[in-house]
C-alpha cells in the first residue's frame, strides 16, 4: 500500500470481461506482457480467496470514487461490487467493541489488506484494514454455503493514534495482526522512511481483548504480514528497508531477510514459500509521484523464508497500464496479481522455475 499515489481517477463504467473495453478512461483489457485481466477492480491492494469455492475477494483502495470491496468468480472473471452500508450487510456483533457500531462511510472508505479466518460450514471471518473515514480494521462474515459468498459488515476494531493500518492476517487461534504503515500524521514520515527510519509497527488484536502492540516489531513501513501456519512466527514486509521482518510469537526473536526490491503484500504458497509483490525503486521514487499514475519496475517473487533464496516468477517494467504489482495470490494454479494503475487485477500461469537469487 503507497499512500502517495492517491488521486482522482476517471470513474468506471461496467467491468469488462476478457477482451472487452475495460471503461471509460481505460485501455483494452486484452492481455498484454504475459498478463491476462480481470477489469472492473480499482486500485485492489489485496485479495482473500473464500475457502472451497473459486471466489475471490478483493480490496479497493479510494483514490476519487467511493470505493468498494469486489467478488470475482475465476471462472468466469465476473466481478461484482460489495457496499458495506446495503441494509441487508450490517449486522453488529455486540462481542466487538461497542465503539463500533456502524458501518464504514461509503464515500470514505477506502480498504487495504485482507485476511480470511475459515470457520465450518461455510462461514467465516473477514478482516479489512480501512484507512479511510476512520482507521480501523473492519470485521465481516463471509457466508458461503449460496452460489455466491454473501458478506455482513459485523463490527471493526479501531486502531490508536497515529498509526495507519495497512495489510492484516487471521492468527488461527483467532483475531488477527495488522502492520501499521507510517504515522499519518507525521509530515516528514515519507522523508524518515526514505532514509530508512522506523516509521511502521505491528499490533495484535484477539476477541475479547484490546489491540495490542507487538514487542520489537517496529520497521520502515510497515507493509505485507503474514502468520506461519502453526501461528508461531509473523512475517511482514518493511517496505521502505527492502526487508522481511520475522518475529517469533512465542520468544519474541527477531531476523530479517533482505531482499532486492521494496516488499508489499505476503501470502502463503502451498511448498512453503511467501509470494511477495514489490517494486525495484526507492521510498523517495514513489514519494515523488503525483497524479494517477507511478509507473515503477516490479516484481512478484517466492521467497523461501529459511534460506532467504528468492525466485522471480513475474515481473515488468512498469508501463501506461501496469504502473506496478502490490501483491500475488495463487489459486489452481494460477497467480492473481493485484496492480496498480488500470482498473484491473493480472492473472499468469504458475509455471517456471524463475531466476534465483540471495
Known amino acids: ?56 475477494i478483493a480490496s479497493g483502495l479510494n483514490v476519487g470514487r467511493p470505493a468498494p470491496l469486489y467478488r470475482i468468480d475465476t471462472r468466469t472473471r465476473a466481478v461484482t461490487e ?24 461509503p464515500a470514505r472508505v477506502s480498504t487495504d489488506g485482507l485476511s480470511l479466518h475459515a470457520g465450518r460450514g461455510g462461514r467465516h471471518r473477514l478482516y479489512v484494514s480501512n484507512h479511510g473515514d476512520r482507521r480501523a480494521v473492519e470485521v465481516f462474515e463471509v457466508d458461503a454455503t449460496g452460489p455466491r459468498p454473501e458478506l455482513r459488515w459485523r463490527g471493526c476494531i479501531l486502531m490508536p493514534d497515529g498509526t495507519l493500518p495497512n495489510a492484516v492476517t487471521a492468527l488461527p487461534e483467532g483475531g488477527f495482526a495488522v502492520t501499521s504503515f507510517h504515522d499519518p500524521d507525521d509530515p516528514a514520515a515519507w522523508e524518515r ?61 527477531r531476523r530479517e531477510i533482505p531482499l532486492p526490491f521494496l516488499p508489499d503484500n505476503l501470502h502463503w504458497l502451498d511448498d512453503g514459500r511467501l509470494l511477495v509483490g514489490g517494486q525495484r525503486t526507492t521510498v523517495a ?47 489452481d494454479g494460477r497467480l492473481y496479481v493485484t496492480v496498480r494503475g488500470e482498473r484491473r487485477i493480472g492473472v499468469a500461469p504458475l509455471i517456471g522455475e524463475g531466476r534465483r537469487q540471495r
Open 1 to 56: 500500500m503507497l499512500l502517495a499515489l492517491v488521486a482522482a481517477l476517471p470513474a468506471p463504467g461496467q467491468a469488462a470481461g476478457p477482451g472487452q473495453a475495460a471503461g471509460p478512461g481505460s485501455t483494452s483489457c486484452a492481455p498484454r506482457d504475459g498478463l491476462s485481466f480481470i477489469c472492473g477492480p480499482e486500485a485492489s491492494e489485496d485479495l482473500a480467496r473464500v475457502p472451497g469455492t473459486p471466489w475471490l
Open 193 to 253: 522512511m526514505a532514509r530508512g527510519e522506523d516509521s511502521g509497527r505491528i499490533f495484535e488484536w484477539h476477541p475479547g481483548g484490546a489491540l495490542r502492540e507487538v514487542p520489537g516489531s517496529q520497521m520502515p513501513g510497515g507493509n505485507g504480514i503474514a502468520v506461519s501456519p502453526d501461528g508461531t512466527t509473523l512475517y511482514a514486509s518493511a517496505w521502505a528497508g527492502a526487508r522481511i521482518i520475522v518475529l517469533s510469537r512465542r520468544t519474541g526473536a
Open 82 to 105: 460489495i457496499h458495506a452500508d446495503s441494509p441487508a450487510m450490517v449486522r453488529p456483533d455486540p462481542e466487538l467493541p461497542e465503539d463500533c457500531r456502524s458501518p464504514p462511510d
Open 285 to 331: 521514487a514513489v514519494g515523488a509521484c503525483q497524479g494517477p499514475h507511478c509507473p515503477q519496475p516490479w516484481v512478484v517473487a517466492g521467497l523461501d523464508p529459511r534460506t532467504g533464496m528468492v525466485e522471480t516468477l513475474l515481473e515488468g517494467p512498469g508501463d501506461d497500464l501496469v504502473d506496478y504489482a502490490c501483491g500475488a495470490l495463487a489459486l
